[in-house]
């Protein structure tokens, strides 16, 4: 992010919310962690990567609010405080939707779930790794590289459109399965699926952003 203002001068704000940015994806990756420790019935290791998570959504809770009282103070130009706002709260949207899926993941460990859908969990998470990588790339090219930035918001569209996919055939499998399932499971594993759902649509509402700063900044 910081590449984004190479013409601005470097501040504490922007340090913050590169930090943020950084660990936002964290979460991701540990959720990814935790549904493939799960579908290897590697319980523990599957609870560790949600406390880990967990500990990362707390400090993007807490640098969200330092970088908001920053930007208050206002070092920065109005429309660079403006965007790095909206860039702060998708961000923290994407991390909560993260966590609320690998809560779901630690309730279901031992609950019964058919592998084939831990199966189809874990590529789901790929996924939603390989977006969330993705849009950290097109935030950073923003300064460097603008076209380079829109292709990459525009790769991020058709990776969000695979998890949409995933989405619907993990929605067709518990509809098959449901009937081998509890009704309190059942309603965990569709929390699951709707929250990568979530994840998949912030991280593509994010590059929609990009977009719009892409075209904006083009002749700062």
């Not at 964290?26 to 990567?49: F, M, Q």
């Not at 779930?113 to 939603?128: N, S, Y």
Request: with cysteine; aromatic share 4%.
């Amino acid at each position: 992010m910081e590449k984004w203002f190479t013409k601005r001068r470097k501040s504490k704000v922007l340090e913050m919310a590169d930090r943020q940015m950084t660990l936002a994806i964290d979460t991701v990756i540990e959720l990814e962690k935790s549904i493939n420790a799960a579908l290897n019935g590697r319980k523990e290791e599957a609870k560790a990567s949600f406390e880990k998570l967990s500990s990362i959504e707390h400090e993007i809770d807490e640098l969200r609010r330092t970088v908001f009282e920053e930007l208050t103070r206002g070092s920065l130009p109005s429309k660079d405080r403006e965007d790095i706002m909206h860039l702060v709260k998708r961000l923290d949207q994407m991390a909560d939707h993260v966590k609320d899926a690998a809560r779901a993941v630690v309730l279901l460990l031992d609950a019964k779930v058919e592998g084939e859908m831990w199966e189809q969990f874990a590529e789901t998470a790929k996924d939603l790794v390989c977006c969330a990588t993705t849009l950290r790339e097109a935030i950073e090219k923003l300064g460097t590289n603008p076209a380079e930035a829109m292709e990459l918001a525009r790769k991020i569209d058709n990776i969000e459109g695979k998890v949409d996919e995933k989405y619907l055939k993990s929605k067709e499998l518990l509809l098959e399965r449901s009937d081998n399932m509890n009704a309190a499971t059942v309603l965990l594993v569709k929390d699951l699926i709707e929250e990568m759902e979530h994840v998949a649509d912030s991280c593509d509402d994010t590059a929609d952003y990009v977009r719009i700063l892409t075209v904006a900044r083009e002749t700062v």
